[in-house]
């Protein structure tokens, strides 16, 4: 998180989170995972309600109310299971041909 040392007569005022949202599935014995990243700005105005920086778990549980908030999370987890379906199952591959001695995909 980025923070003001001072805003609006309050410490630590945060004014943008850094955040990182995953998701994952097993399939086949593998697991597979997609994950979105992303910062979200918030601005404070004095007089409305503040909540102190703390490094704690509830204001950790706080921050993800913020979050939650204000991103489509919906959206991002259809995204995150899209992309997972597509690792499971392929819908496209790499084609080359013979004299660009490509290097072979993983094996699956």
């Known amino acids: 998180m980025n923070a003001h040392i001072e805003a609006e007569g309050e410490d630590n005022v945060i004014y943008t989170v850094h955040y990182r949202y995953t998701g994952s599935e097993e399939s086949g ?10 910062t979200q700005s918030y601005t404070y105005v004095a007089g409305n309600s503040f909540v102190p920086y ?3 778990e509830a204001f950790e549980a706080i921050v993800i109310g913020w979050l939650e908030g204000s991103l489509d999370v919906s959206a991002m987890q259809a995204s995150i299971a899209a992309t997972i379906a597509i690792e ?6 790499d084609l080359y041909f013979t004299w660009q001695n490509p290097t072979p995909p993983p094996a699956k």
Do not use: F, H, L
């Not at 593998?30 to 992303?38: L, M, P």
């Not at 499971?88 to 591959?93: G, H, K």
């Open 88 to 93: 499971i199952a392929p819908v496209n591959e």
């Open 29 to 38: 014995g593998k697991t597979y995972s997609s994950t979105q990243i992303g």
């Open 54 to 56: 703390a490094d704690t």
